[in-house]
């Protein structure tokens, strides 16, 4: 079995030089200067790697994490931050979002969702190249302590496309807030979508069976394609023929063959994660995670053996048949059996409540509530390869942190601050224009 | 076969709940020590609620337990009124993506006749999902893509006979404006307005008629313009919201708004004329029409003198009406408001006020019990009861927890531990 994780980077992406040059960008917002030291004080600190402190301190320098502890020396011209009464907590991290290729207002001009105009295989599609980065709802969710997402095509394709990981830098264009280092990752959706899109138009899928003929076919031609190209390239220079055609749809699906692109699938129900699991060992693709994953619980202890992430909703489900028997109890669960398990937004609202969600596996899965943060957090920062860098309020990580005024699981809690990159991209005083917008 | 009927349900007798204020049983539940909140009045930090049947018979710190009474104990518990859910399509949406068990949507784009009691899926498995939130009155409303929807039913969550479950079976008659309503039959917002103006008129005109004879569309419309049913408008755009006043005025009929995007632009003219509105605490800025919608819609409203009623626009979701609820509370609205708003205040706009929305002598014993703040997302329902009957809060998913999780994983909860 192929290894599940990409492996972990042997040093932050960002070479400190580079990350005061894009800090120099992106100082236009008042906040704390980049260069400064910054130190929040007297909080309670969820580090999520580590036992909450009920008073103490996180400060972090160019963008990155320099010390969490019960006591931290401020430096003479650092910006303090009096945390007294509020909770600081690691950025959170959403592993399925649709932010700047489903931008608000959902009107049809705006969607960029969904190629399903005829081929339900497009592997070569890449989310960031219809990702608006102006799209209001991502500052709307940097509001609700979001940090990290990732933004996927939609699920009307049995191969969607490939996923982008973007910090929310605010203000900044697509590439400007590409997450350095994230791995890709591809969109892979089976069962009702699919098969309702294409087969509603007579066509080619309309059974869970066509799903899967359609990926095996166009999998079987990929490695066809993989080992010419991949002779090609070891031959000796005067012994190569003419180069292999190139065909982006079979490139995108050989680097998966390659390992260079693990996958993530819509699935829903046991027998779509049976025939998946099987696909990935038939071919030899990283099969990285399973999305909405409703019946996970009838699975547990095998997807926690094969080591698949799992990303669900904590309480919602319903629409389709194919996600009707959900249970509350599916993450904590999981969580206990050691699977690798997030919650996912899907939509903006349930992005910006992502705390709310985490809350409610404490209630209908009595998890700890530690566990319950790391699913919004570390483990969805691991899901998408992106855990050496952010996640946990750690010493070198990412400053990418989230204060409340309430321990985030409260009801009435509200975010008073985010950072991304030690940046402040919400303040809900500085902000408050933008928060009253209504003239 | 009435009699039939009659006998099967004097068989099955205490497993029916009672309807309305047919006399039941007069078993006598005494809960003690728990903390009350009765809404109409202040807390209770420790006290007794007494149920005689399915009445409420006594409230308070110091109410005398019948020796013939069955104790509960309610230490460390707190008990409030059922909450309502204003706006659902529980009851007419099973699974939103299987025709068969969607019963929500006509075409027609005029379609007062439609009632939601005709449709009312009485064994639907959200039902249990609600009641166990919390939620254990609903409206369930006809879809909103005409221009004029039809009846909503408001119902308990609980029941097997609609007689039983229906706290009324026509609770209002529902208006659409904006958006959705562009799609049932007409393109433009002049299209649909167009529609509803008429069909005032003609109801209007029907009332005037001495010998009217029966009109299965008309008569709902004549009951809202004699003031007996409210007129429910679903708008959020500021413009959407004055042309449903306008035609308040023009027609005089008891307004109540549904949504309400823009409404805190005109919460003072609500607020003049006494025009509820139906909160829906998650709406997003998401359409164009709801572009200017705050978290502190709610909080503006209250404090401009307007009451509130939550609603969750929702069927699969409407569960999390109350966590989500919790934002109208972190955005400035009083908690004690918020509380007001799931139970006092909806049952005031829909006329039942007298039977529930607060614990107190002589209303229906329809209430539940959690561990905790009632509108914490952590807090759990550990029991329910609706017209003096107990539920425990079972549910479809309880029984897949208990067939997949619970063998393998002991340490995970089915069911909310008391």
């Known amino acids: 079995m192929r290894t599940k994780r990409p492996r972990k980077p042997v040093r932050a992406p960002l070479a400190p030089g580079v990350a005061v040059a894009l800090a120099a960008i992106f100082v236009a917002a008042p906040g704390p200067g980049q260069d400064r030291q910054v130190v929040i004080r007297e909080a309670t600190i969820l580090p999520v790697s580590a036992a909450p402190l009920p008073r103490g301190s996180v400060s972090f320098r160019d963008g990155i994490i320099t010390a969490v502890g019960a006591d931290i020396t401020a430096e003479r011209d650092a910006v303090v931050i009096d945390g007294t009464g509020h909770y600081v907590l690691p950025g959170i991290v959403d592993v399925h979002s649709h932010l700047g290729v489903s931008p608000w207002p959902w009107v049809p001009g705006n969607s960029d969702v969904n190629e399903d105009g005829g081929d339900p295989l497009t592997p070569h599609l890449r989310a960031i190249d219809a990702f608006d980065s102006a799209d209001p709802a991502i500052r709307w969710v940097a509001a609700g302590g979001v940090t990290t997402i990732m933004v996927l095509p939609g699920s009307a394709n049995v191969v969607g496309g490939q996923a982008a990981v973007m910090k929310l830098r605010l203000g900044r264009s697509a590439a400007g807030m590409l997450f350095e280092g994230a791995p890709r990752i591809m969109k892979i959706a089976v069962g009702e979508n699919p098969k309702l899109t294409y087969g509603a138009r007579g066509r080619m899928p309309r059974t869970r069976m066509g799903v899967i003929a359609l990926l095996r076919d166009a999998l079987s031609q990929a490695q066809v394609y993989r080992d010419r190209w991949d002779a090609w390239n070891a031959a000796a220079a005067a012994d190569r023929g003419p180069a292999p055609g190139f065909d982006p749809k079979l490139d995108a699906l050989a680097d998966m063959l390659r390992g260079e692109i693990q996958v993530a699938a819509h699935t829903y129900r046991r027998d779509e994660f049976l025939a998946l699991l099987q696909l990935s060992d038939e071919f030899g693709f990283e099969l990285g995670s399973f999305h909405h994953a409703m019946d996970a619980y009838r699975l547990g202890p095998e997807l926690a053996r094969r080591g698949v992430g799992v990303a669900v909703y904590a309480d919602a489900f319903g629409r389709k048949l194919e996600h009707w028997e959900q249970v509350p109890q599916t993450a904590a669960y999981l969580s206990s059996l050691g699977a690798l398990v997030t919650l996912h937004s899907d939509f903006p609202f349930f992005a910006q409540r992502l705390h709310i969600e985490a809350a409610k596996l404490v209630r209908y899965g009595g998890i700890s509530q530690r566990d319950a943060l790391k699913t919004v957090t570390l483990s969805a920062a691991r899901l998408i390869g992106v855990d050496a860098w952010v996640g946990s309020l750690e010493a070198g990580k990412h400053a990418d942190i989230a204060v409340y005024d309430r321990h985030p699981f409260d009801s009435f809690a509200r975010v008073e601050k985010t950072f991304v990159d030690g940046e402040l991209v919400f303040d809900r005083v500085r902000d408050r224009a933008w928060l009253e917008r209504t003239p | 076969m009435i009699a039939l009927l009659a006998s099967v349900l004097a068989a099955a007798g205490p497993q029916l709940p009672g309807g309305g204020d047919e006399e039941r049983s007069e078993r006598v539940v005494a809960i003690r020590d728990v903390r009350i909140l009765p809404v109409a009045t202040p807390p209770i930090e420790s006290g007794v609620l007494l149920v005689r049947g399915n009445r409420i018979a006594g409230v308070g710190a110091d109410v005398t337990i019948p020796p013939d009474a069955e104790v509960v104990e309610g230490a460390g518990l707190t008990v409030a009124p059922g909450f309502f859910d204003t706006y659902t399509g529980i009851g007419l949406i099973e699974v939103a993506g299987v025709p068969a068990s969607n019963d929500s949507q006509e075409p027609g784009g005029v379609t007062p006749q439609l009632r939601a009691a005709d449709a009312y899926f009485l064994d639907s498995e959200l039902i249990p999902l609600v009641r166990n939130a919390g939620t254990l009155i609903l409206l369930s409303v006809p879809g909103d893509r005409n221009v004029v929807?039809?009846?909503?039913?408001?119902?308990?969550?609980?029941?097997?006979?609609?007689?039983?479950?229906?706290?009324?079976?026509?609770?209002?008659?529902?208006?659409?404006?904006?958006?959705?309503?562009?799609?049932?039959?007409?393109?433009?917002?002049?299209?649909?307005?167009?529609?509803?103006?008429?069909?005032?008129?003609?109801?209007?005109?029907?009332?005037?008629?001495?010998?009217?004879?029966?009109?299965?569309?008309?008569?709902?419309?004549?009951?809202?313009?004699?003031?007996?049913?409210?007129?429910?408008?679903?708008?959020?755009?500021?413009?959407?919201?004055?042309?449903?006043?306008?035609?308040?005025?023009?027609?005089?009929?008891?307004?109540?708004?549904?949504?309400?995007?823009?409404?805190?632009?005109?919460?003072?003219?609500?607020?003049?004329?006494?025009?509820?509105?139906?909160?829906?605490?998650?709406?997003?800025?998401?359409?164009?029409?709801?572009?200017?919608?705050?978290?502190?819609?709610?909080?503006?409203?209250?404090?401009?003198?307007?009451?509130?009623?939550?609603?969750?626009?929702?069927?699969?979701?409407?569960?999390?009406?109350?966590?989500?609820?919790?934002?109208?509370?972190?955005?400035?609205?009083?908690?004690e408001e918020a509380l007001k708003a799931f139970t006092l205040y909806p049952a005031q706009i829909f006329g039942v006020a007298d039977t529930l929305g607060s614990l107190e002598v002589g209303k229906e014993a329809t209430f539940f019990l959690t561990r905790g703040d009632p509108l914490q997302v952590r807090t759990p329902v550990v029991s329910i009861y609706v017209q003096g009957r107990r539920y425990e809060p079972r549910s479809y998913q309880t029984r897949l927890c208990e067939t997949f999780i619970a063998p393998v994983q002991e340490s995970i909860p089915c069911l909310p531990t008391r």
């Open chain 2, 149 to 335: 929807a039809g009846q909503s039913a408001l119902m308990r969550t609980a029941g097997t006979t609609l007689g039983a479950a229906a706290v009324k079976e026509v609770a209002a008659v529902h208006a659409n404006l904006g958006e959705p309503s562009k799609g049932g039959g007409f393109r433009t917002r002049m299209g649909a307005v167009a529609a509803l103006r008429q069909i005032l008129q003609e109801a209007r005109d029907h009332a005037a008629r001495e010998d009217a004879p029966p009109n299965y569309r008309l008569d709902p419309l004549v009951r809202v313009l004699r003031g007996e049913l409210p007129l429910v408008v679903r708008a959020h755009r500021r413009d959407d919201i004055l042309l449903a006043l306008s035609l308040s005025d023009e027609f005089g009929f008891r307004l109540v708004l549904a949504g309400g995007a823009d409404a805190p632009l005109v919460a003072a003219e609500l607020a003049a004329r006494d025009v509820p509105v139906l909160v829906q605490p998650d709406l997003q800025p998401a359409t164009m029409e709801t572009a200017g919608v705050r978290y502190d819609n709610a909080a503006h409203l209250a404090r401009a003198g307007v009451r509130l009623a939550f609603q969750s626009n929702e069927t699969t979701l409407s569960r999390q009406l109350i966590p989500n609820a919790g934002l109208t509370v972190a955005y400035g609205l009083p908690y």
